[in-house]
């Protein structure tokens, strides 16, 4: 079965610094996606940022990038230069054969100003 | 990118009371959608997958009877919490996939059950 796995509960970073989100994942798949979702407090769910097993190069979506380490199964989020509009949840998660997302426990986020 | 809806975005109502849920996409069809349950603090529960014309499939330990799941339409697909309680008092999440692994969310609705 599938897994993720966040080891960071929360974080506090200072505005405008980079930061990375840790994330693991378990599979026996060969082929598999990988998700970033932010939360923010008023709870909808936003998709950041998606990169597919087979895929190369690491998926990039602005100032969202995914640092894909496949040996390792590492999937962590780097956000650029942080805002504080960044403050919230991040999920990282990944589907199961019906195309269910399995999710990790979630990283809170605080940019500091 | 697709939209989806939720409605309603915040709903107070009694104990033994039942309410429904509605999540629509709005730009796109959905031939899946899928229903979560989040506590303070916690991640996303998957309760069942709905999909349109068929019962929905749901999650080990989530009620049926309590938890009802229409999936009438393409766009729609209803959730409707029967007999509610006090412990049915969470953020309800739906999901609509419109691609292989594209699932877009709902904006969120926060039960309060008193």
């Known amino acids: 079965a599938q897994k993720i796995t966040q080891t960071q509960p929360g974080m506090f970073v200072q505005e405008k610094e980079a930061v990375t989100l840790d994330c693991t994942y378990d599979t026996s798949d060969q082929s598999y996606g990988l998700f970033w979702y932010k939360q923010p407090s008023s709870g909808e769910m936003i998709f950041l940022i998606y990169q597919g097993s087979y895929d190369e190069q690491n998926a990039t979506e602005g100032r969202y990038s995914l640092n894909f380490q496949k040996a390792r199964k590492s999937a962590n989020l780097v956000i650029s230069a942080s805002q504080l509009g960044d403050s919230a949840m991040y999920f990282c998660a990944t589907w199961d054969s019906n195309y269910q997302l399995i999710w990790g426990a979630g990283t809170k986020l605080i940019i500091k100003p | 990118g697709a939209v989806v809806s939720q409605h309603p975005s915040w709903v107070i109502c009694k104990s033994g009371t039942s309410v429904k849920i509605e999540c629509r996409s709005l730009?796109?069809?959905?031939?899946?959608m899928f229903w979560y349950r989040q506590f303070p603090k916690q991640s996303l529960m998957l309760m069942a997958t709905?999909?349109?014309?068929?019962?929905?499939?749901?999650e080990q330990g989530v009620e049926k009877d309590k938890f009802l799941i229409n999936h009438a339409s393409l766009t729609l697909s209803t959730l409707t919490v029967t007999s509610a309680h006090p412990e049915d008092s969470s953020f309800y999440i739906c999901?609509?996939?419109?691609?292989?692994?594209?699932?877009?969310f709902g904006p969120g609705t926060r039960l309060t059950v008193t």
């Open positions: 999901s609509a996939k419109q691609a292989a692994y594209e699932q877009y």
């Open positions: 730009d796109f069809q959905a031939t899946t």
């Open positions: 709905s999909n349109e014309g068929s019962k929905a499939t749901y």
